[in-house]
């Protein structure tokens, strides 16, 4: 046998060996692809307490960009946001009554798909509440 035609007939082996223990490798991970619609959100802290003029900084996670809003329905403004906009938000309360305590929510919403690689789009929400005390 002449050893230069064994170097010919084993020069595409390692190759194969290579691809096939790939393939074995990626058939044992069962690999699975999460659902969109199962994406969410959180954000923390969940709850506070504030006097009139204290702030609490909230951070948002498990999202890409998000939407930070509060109850407006109200015709007394009870808060106010740094911003409406990206994952880290400073709410300041404005509540100056002194007796009683009152309840706000502070919403925060973040959106995936609805792009060329993903027709349908999918939002998550996640609430904090913020305990306006005398």
Not at 30 to 38: H, R
Not at 64 to 85: E, G, H, K, M
């Amino acid at each position: 046998m002449n050893p230069s035609s064994s170097r010919r007939r084993l020069s595409g082996w390692p190759l194969v060996a290579v691809a096939a223990g790939l393939a074995a490798l990626l058939a044992a991970c069962d690999l699975e692809v999460g659902d969109p619609s199962d994406f969410s959100i959180t954000v923390e802290p969940k709850t506070t307490s504030l006097r009139q003029g204290q702030s609490q900084q909230f951070i948002a996670y498990g999202g890409n960009s998000y939407t930070w809003s509060i109850d407006t329905s109200s015709t007394q403004r009870w808060a106010i946001l740094d911003r409406t906009d990206g994952g880290i938000v400073v709410y300041t309360s404005l509540h100056s009554e002194t007796n009683s305590t009152n309840l706000l929510v502070l919403t925060v919403t973040s959106s995936i798909g609805g792009d060329s690689t993903n027709s349908q789009a999918y939002s998550a929400t996640a609430e904090a509440y913020i305990y306006h005390v005398p």
